[in-house]
């Protein structure tokens, strides 16, 4: 699959569900003290790695507001340095929606160029132009959605993303989106009951298509506690919360 594809499919994956933790919300008391740490292994090549997320903005709070949240991955298979991405969520009455028009935009572009010397050699008015010219590169039509903050067992909305980046575009759809029920899940964390959503995702660019079904199971004050992808009818990969911390 095609590096860019990938990419996206890695956020949609990595996609935690924050809201203050009240009884009836997804997320802990103080979101921007708090640590999550996951632990992810691909069942095909064994590789394990852990990914930290931490929310760097917070604009409004987890019921209605705006999010940005580092996510640091290190592997635990390899000597290589962790690698890190920015997320970032738009809240709406409780249910979070990875914005990905936002990870797309200008601000993505001057936080990856902020360090390099050609960038701070520049004035105002040259970094102003530059990013005008990135926007104009890029395309997002659509959203990705999460999980409603009153889950009911039943049907929820499809989705459908479309992001295009010159001549590149790659087309994400959720669809057959539904909550199960509600489980309990033990996880090194703790343990926690959760509620199950199951989804099909498709990407497709331009002649390739990726399809998986992910499971995954939130809490109430936590967000995120465990999540599988299946392929074929095969576990290619899951997640576990691993430590939490605020």
């Not at 003290?33 to 064994?46: D, P």
């Not at 340095?81 to 601000?107: H, W």
Request: aromatic share 10%; with cysteine; hydrophobic share 40%.
């Amino acid at each position: 699959m095609n590096r860019f594809c990938i990419v996206v499919l890695g956020l949609l994956s990595m996609m935690v569900v924050p809201s203050w933790a009240q009884s009836d919300v997804f997320f802990v008391p103080d979101p921007q003290t708090a640590v999550w740490t996951y632990r992810e292994t691909n069942h095909e090549t064994g590789a394990v790695s852990l990914s930290q997320y931490t929310v760097q903005t917070m604009i409004g709070d987890a019921v209605q507001g705006l999010a940005k949240v580092q996510v640091k991955t290190t592997s635990l298979n390899a000597a290589a340095p962790a690698d890190s991405t920015n997320l970032y969520f738009r809240f709406e009455q409780g249910e979070c929606i990875l914005d990905v028009g936002k990870m797309f935009s200008a601000d993505l572009y001057e936080d990856a160029l902020e360090n390099t010397d050609d960038w701070k050699n520049l004035s105002d008015e040259e970094r102003a132009r530059v990013l005008k010219e990135m926007d104009d590169y890029v395309s997002v039509k659509g959203e990705v959605r999460g999980i409603p903050r009153y889950p009911q067992v039943g049907r929820l909305p499809d989705y459908e993303l479309k992001v295009k980046v010159l001549v590149m575009s790659v087309k994400i759809k959720g669809k057959s989106r539904k909550i199960t029920g509600v489980e309990t899940i033990s996880t090194p964390a703790g343990d926690y009951e959760c509620f199950v959503m199951t989804e099909e995702v498709s990407a497709k660019m331009m002649l390739m298509t990726e399809k998986s079904v992910i499971k995954t199971w939130y809490a109430y004050g936590i967000g995120m506690v465990k999540q599988e992808t299946y392929v074929d009818d095969q576990l290619e990969s899951s997640l576990i919360l691993d430590t939490i911390n605020w």
